[in-house]
């Protein structure tokens, strides 16, 4: 695969449209883009086609009309394979792999990809300190961790290749208040260390402005807008700001603590 | 002569039968498997194939397993040999539940571990080998048990055609009215059939994912 310039964007939907086998419209008319080492967020409701746009990126979905590009190849005319792992995905029901203990199934792509028994186990120590857990939850099987230490697991596992992209679709949507605090906050710090691609679904208005660089504001299948979170807040767009006062003025306090 | 003296002085054939039973019981539950976790694998990804195949394994379930044997007497090959032919009728009756379980174990996998893994990039193989069947092993296991346990049974019958088998005993007993003859069969099969079915589900408790 040729370099992409850094002007091209790292994954741009064209003119997308997903359609059930049925023929229900899910998603129709998508254009966006998304650049090198933002967080977009794909705000929205249920229903309203973000998780339907993210699994058309790591082609678990095929779009039925327009163009899928990652990296500049469109994803119909990539391999398969090769394009998942080269995207970490996280979802919120983690799907963790329950036969395997927590070092299996971080290590599972990398042994699949033929690393060496010594590196393996080098990574996966790496990436229990970079998701904040201890060493010794290695050999535990995921029936022994806590709800976020088996989402903490899930991003360790999402990362364990070192792909360019993340896809996460509501990753801490099943966690306590005060777990999903701590965990949008490690993410945000994350991110920083890291710098990846990453597309995030959620349908939490806060948890967006926080950790997005920029909104993706889903309805319906379409998309309504994509503004900053700054202009988010702003923003003149009927439903945008529907969104925003029904938080009321509890917003200040989220902006000032992770908005960029 | 009660019972035990009567199996203790025919110990020669009460050992050869009790051999006999189990290769009919063995050969037929292997090839049970080797048929019957493909086809389920295929009926669980495929729904298309899913009521073709528990449909037909669920018709042969149905016809009673004296008429079977019967039908296949005159087909050429197997008609040669009664123990192939017993063979082939265990295989039928095994492959039902060998099938259905291995549908439900694999369509009885956490969504979620499905959708993760093919988004992390396994392969159809991959997925099939190291998530799926491990995890629907248990369940797999339990509809061996069933066939084993079945065929046990089963097999008894197949001395009606010459295949040999514990059976043997019982029709021998029957045609004589020789209980004790009867019990020499039945016992020994029914303490085949009880350990199989302990011996299993210990295994399959042991495999049960957490």
């Given amino acids: ?260 | 002569m009660n019972l035990f003296h009567f199996l203790l002085q025919n110990r020669d054939q009460v050992v050869e039968l009790t051999l006999e039973h189990l290769w009919l019981v063995g050969v037929s539950t292997l090839l049970a498997v080797l048929i019957g976790i493909p086809l389920g694998i295929v009926s669980a990804h495929w729904p298309v194939w899913n009521k073709p195949v528990l449909g037909t394994a669920n018709v042969i379930q149905t016809i009673p397993s004296l008429a079977l044997f019967g039908f296949l007497l005159p087909v050429p090959w197997l008609g040669d040999r009664a123990d192939r032919l017993a063979i082939l009728a265990l295989t039928l009756y095994a492959l039902l539940p060998v099938i259905r379980n291995t549908y439900t174990g694999i369509r009885g996998v956490d969504p979620a571990v499905v959708e993760a893994g093919r988004g992390m990039g396994l392969t159809g193989s991959q997925l099939l080998f190291q998530v799926e069947l491990p995890l629907a092993l248990s369940v797999i296991l339990s509809g061996v048990r069933v066939a084993v346990v079945v065929s046990v049974g089963l097999a008894t019958i197949a001395a009606a055609i010459g295949a040999g088998g514990l059976g043997e005993f019982i029709f021998r007993g029957l045609a004589m009215v020789n209980n004790q003859l009867i019990l020499a069969g039945a016992i020994p099969a029914a303490i085949l059939a009880l350990s199989a079915d302990f011996g299993l589900g210990w295994l399959e408790r042991r495999l049960r994912p957490r």
């Fill in chain 1, 1 to 260: 695969m040729e370099p992409a310039s850094t002007t091209t964007p790292v994954i741009e939907f064209r003119d997308v449209a997903y359609a059930l086998p049925g023929g229900r419209q899910l998603l129709s008319g998508l254009n966006l883009q998304v650049q090198r080492d933002e967080t977009l967020v794909l705000l929205g409701r249920s229903g309203s086609g973000k998780t339907t746009t993210l699994k058309l990126i790591n082609r678990l979905l095929t779009p039925s009309a327009g163009e899928v590009s990652v990296n500049g190849t469109s994803t119909a005319a990539s391999d398969v394979i090769r394009l998942r792992r080269g995207i970490g995905y996280v979802i919120q029901d983690v799907g963790l792999f329950p036969h395997f203990t927590v070092e299996r199934n971080i290590g599972l792509i990398p042994r699949i990809e033929g690393w060496d028994a010594e590196r393996i186990r080098r990574r996966v120590e790496e990436l229990l300190q970079l998701v904040g857990l201890e060493a010794n939850l290695a050999s535990r099987y995921p029936h022994q961790l806590s709800g976020g230490q088996r989402q903490r697991v899930g991003v360790a596992r999402a990362l364990a290749a070192d792909p360019a992209i993340l896809l996460m679709d509501e990753p801490f949507g099943a966690l306590d208040a005060l777990t999903r605090d701590q965990l949008q906050r490690e993410f945000l710090s994350l991110q920083q260390r890291l710098n990846k691609t990453v597309v995030f679904v959620t349908h939490d208005l806060r948890e967006a402005l926080r950790l997005g660089s920029r909104i993706a504001l889903m309805e319906a299948g379409r998309l309504v807008t994509v503004l900053s979170p700054n202009d988010f807040v702003r923003s003149s767009d009927p439903l945008a700001s529907a969104y925003v006062n029904s938080f009321g003025g509890g917003l200040d306090a989220v902006e000032n603590r992770g908005a960029r």
